[in-house]
C-alpha cells in the first residue's frame, strides 16, 4: 500500500496560495499512490512557467526542461525505458504557443506516456498575459483592448489529429480529477488530460466560481459514450470544451508502441503501411 506521502518531497511548493496547480500535484500523487507505481519508475517532465515547477515537488524522476519541450523529451526517455510511468505536465501556453507543433505530434505518435495540461488561460509565471487559450476579450498587459482572437479549442484539437485518450478536469473537482489520471496513467497509448486549474493571481474571469457555473460534468449524464468518436466530438462542441470527465477512451491503433512492441525496432513494427503498400503508394 502506498500513499500520497511516499510522492511527496520536502520542497513545499511556492506557487500563490489558491492556486489551481496545488490540486494537481495532490492529484498526481494520490494517482501514483493508486497505481502504487515504484518510486522509481516514475518520471515526471515538465517545461517553463509555473506548472513547471510541479516536476519539483513530487518524490519521483524530474525534468524541468525548456519552453515547450516536455513532451519530445518525455517521449525520448519512454522510448528508452519502457519500464517507467512518464507523466509530462505543462500550461496552456508551453502546450499551445511554443510547442504546439510538438503536441500535434505527440498525439499522432501516441506513444505510451501522459500528457497534463495545467490550463490557466494566461501566462501567469510572467505576470499575466494572453495565452493562445484565453478567451476572446480577454484583458491583459499584452492585449489592453481584449483579445481579438478566438481560443484553440485543446480538445478539439486533440480528437481531430487522433487521440485515442482525452480526459478533461477542473482542480475544484479533485476526486473526478485522481480517477481520469490514474485512467489515463493505464491507458496504453498517448493520454491527454486538459485540467482547468485557476490562476488567482493573473485570471480574473475564469475564476473558481466561473468553472463551477460553467461546467458540464460528463459522470452526471448516465447515457454518454466515451467511445464514440463522433458523440465526443459533438459533447465538446456543444459544451463549448467546456465539460469535465473522460471525453473519449479508445484503444490504441495497430501502429503504437505500446509496452509489447515498444522494444521493436520502427521497422519490424506492424505499422498499417506494409513495405509493399508503401512501394505502391510511391508508385
Ligand atoms: Fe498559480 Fe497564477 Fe500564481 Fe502562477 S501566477 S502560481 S498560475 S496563481
Not at 475564469?206 to 460553467?214: A, C, E, I, K, L
Not at 459522470?219 to 459533447?235: G, M, P, R
Request: proline share 4%.
Amino acid at each position: 500500500m502506498k500513499s500520497m506521502k511516499d510522492y511527496s518531497n520536502s520542497i513545499n511548493p511556492n506557487w500563490c496560495p489558491g492556486c489551481g496547480h496545488f490540486s494537481v500535484l495532490r492529484a498526481i500523487q494520490i494517482a501514483s499512490a493508486k497505481l502504487t507505481i515504484p518510486n522509481e519508475e516514475l518520471t515526471i517532465v515538465t517545461g517553463i512557467g509555473c506548472s513547471g515547477r510541479l516536476s519539483g515537488y513530487i518524490n519521483a524522476y524530474g525534468f524541468h526542461g525548456i519552453h515547450g519541450r516536455s513532451l519530445p523529451i518525455a517521449q525520448g526517455i519512454k522510448l528508452a525505458n519502457k519500464k517507467l510511468t512518464v507523466i509530462a505536465a505543462g500550461g496552456d501556453g508551453d502546450g499551445f504557443a511554443i510547442g504546439l507543433s510538438h503536441t500535434l505530434h505527440a498525439i499522432r505518435r501516441d506513444i505510451n506516456i501522459t500528457y497534463i495540461v495545467l490550463n490557466n488561460q494566461v501566462y501567469g509565471l510572467t505576470k499575466g498575459h494572453t495565452s493562445p487559450l484565453s478567451g476572446r476579450g480577454f484583458i491583459t498587459k499584452s492585449t489592453p483592448y481584449g483579445s481579438t482572437e478566438p481560443p484553440i479549442q485543446p480538445g478539439i484539437l486533440a480528437l481531430a489529429n487522433g487521440a485515442t485518450f482525452l480526459a478533461q478536469g477542473f482542480s475544484a473537482f479533485q476526486d473526478q480529477l485522481v480517477d481520469i489520471i490514474v485512467k489515463a496513467i493505464k491507458h496504453t497509448g498517448f493520454s491527454m488530460v486538459n485540467v482547468f486549474s485557476p490562476c488567482v493571481t493573473y485570471n480574473k474571469v475564469n475564476t473558481y466560481q466561473w468553472f463551477r457555473d460553467s461546467l458540464t460534468n460528463l459522470d452526471d449524464i448516465t447515457d454518454y459514450k466515451n467511445d464514440d468518436y463522433q458523440s465526443s466530438l459533438n459533447k465538446l462542441v456543444e459544451t463549448n470544451g467546456l465539460c469535465t470527465g473522460i471525453i473519449y477512451n479508445k484503444a490504441p491503433d495497430i501502429g503504437s508502441y505500446t509496452n509489447s512492441n515498444l522494444q521493436k525496432p520502427l521497422v519490424e513494427l506492424d505499422l498499417k503501411f506494409n513495405k509493399e503498400e508503401f512501394s505502391n503508394i510511391m508508385e
